[in-house]
């Protein structure tokens, strides 16, 4: 391609609404142009980028025998309805776009496929004989996103490679989820990304695991615990350790003690001169159920932990049942305002027990008149504790479970791991953190779409089985930014061989050197029919901006056919470390081709 006759259009400032390095480089190298909130145009050179992944994803997806198809992206209300995620992806979620069409039809853009895949196998898998299946497609997903950002990191509009087996059992899953954690690690390695493969969070769906793929980058989204003997890697959602060990107490006696001005953790401390392990704390939390029930949580844990609301989020679905719910629409902590509407007294915030009473809740048909009360592991063994007294400016000391305070039955783990905690495998290891971006997420899906949807097959012995399933996710548009974010310097991006947009560009200083137009279009047709994909920047401007532009848009190797004709030679210049080399104009074509070569293997 000739630039000159290319849509080529860098900008020399950074873009007003760009946050993040990779999203500023995209828009000013002219990759990518913003439409709308979160919408965005992949422009020719993003889009031979978005392929190179692509394809890169398909052979790793193809060699693993999975089959590559296309699902529609208009998906009718009925189906998502028999999962039972219509109401949460349009209304609680609302991350689901939805329309009505003209015959009054409920349609949705797809956000994922599960749904439109398990209709599929429930048609057309009947036996036991045609498992395992594995399909997978590359698309366009939609996603109203509430805070779309950083480019294509975070779009309303995106490209993913999704996938979805079919199994008999769950070894058999298994195995595909194995052949899928390689496939992810190729993929990855292959675009040239430094990345780590971490314990992820399965939500409510449950089922027996899900690995999360994060790049890692100090913009990513996620907190990624790990030990630095490679043998433990979470995100922090997920992530268990070690807590500090207890110190004694110094408080043999339960006595109420006045405690003015110490509604944080901290200060109580500082007054009491205690340590925050002999703390119980009681957290307050507001969730809503799917049935439009509110429920107060109270979490008693131990001074120096903090509450993961992503672990208590799965506590509080798995208790659904109790309130005739099925799954958690919100949970949040209740401010000022959401207290008005169910808080029948003011609240002794900052010096609750864990028995505050019931009568602080002004029950009703939507409000749950009792505290569901649960304690954190942490605070269980606790002897001789400091807690709240139900009473603003006092708290109690040397206080014990079942003596004091009647301990709450439903024991939980819902602490965070921090950096800095022992890890749970090998004690001498202390959990590190890093940031990442989340490019790829494999799980273990279970029965739970086949089930809500009665897909079934006929098993070996004649019975009527739900298929077993798991999915698989990698962001192809997200991966490619990712790729920038890793690697970039002062002057551009530092694409990565093997999915930048072009090999090499020719950048001719002069164009009005006959000789250096003739050696520039020699190389340009020579390199291209032999496999190099190679640009020819021919445009009427100065050395400087062309070699500024080429450093910008990140195109591994530079081309000038300048001084050095007269040797025979051209400079030929690698972008990542700027090294320059006169190479025989002979010998470009097959010393570019052995660099290329290694760089992407
Ligand atoms: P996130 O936690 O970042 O919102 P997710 O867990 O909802 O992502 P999945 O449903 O697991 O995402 O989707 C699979 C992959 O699709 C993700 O790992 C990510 O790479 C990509 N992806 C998800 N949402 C977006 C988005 N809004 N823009 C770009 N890529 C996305
Ligand atoms: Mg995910």
Redesign the pocket.
Known sequence: MRLSQMLFVTLREDPAEAEIPSHKLLLRAGYIRRIGSGIYAYLPLMWRVLKKVSQIVREEMDATGAQECLLPQLQPADLWRESGRWDTYTQAEGIMFAMTDRQQRELGLGP?HEEVITTIAKDMIRSYRQLPLHLYQIQTKF?D?IRPRFG????RE?I?KDGYSFHTNEESLKKTYQDMAQAYSNMLRRSGLQFRAVDADSGAIGGSGSQEFMVLAEAG?DEVLYTEDGQYAANVEKAVSMPADVEPSPFATFEKRETPGTETIDKLCKFLKCSPTQVVKNVLYQAVYDNGMTVLVLVSIRGDQDVNQVKLLNELTKLAGNYQAKTVLFLTVPDAEAQRKWAAKSLPLGYMAPDVADDYIAGSKEVNSKFLRLVDRTAVDLTNFVTGSNESGYHVVGANWDREFPLPALVVGVRTAKKGDRAVHNPEQTLQSARGI????IFQLGTKYSQAMGATYTSEQGEEMPFVMGCY???V??LAQSAVEQSYDKDGIIWPVAIAPYHAIISIPNISDAQQVEVAEKLYAELNQSGIETLLDDRDERAGVKFKDADLIGIPYRIVPGRSLKAGKVEVVERATHKSQEILIDEVNSTLKQWIEAAIN
Do not use: Y
């Open positions: 994922t996603r996103e294509l990191m975070r779009g995106f993913m989204e989340e490019v790829g997420h996710g990698v962001g548009s997200r």
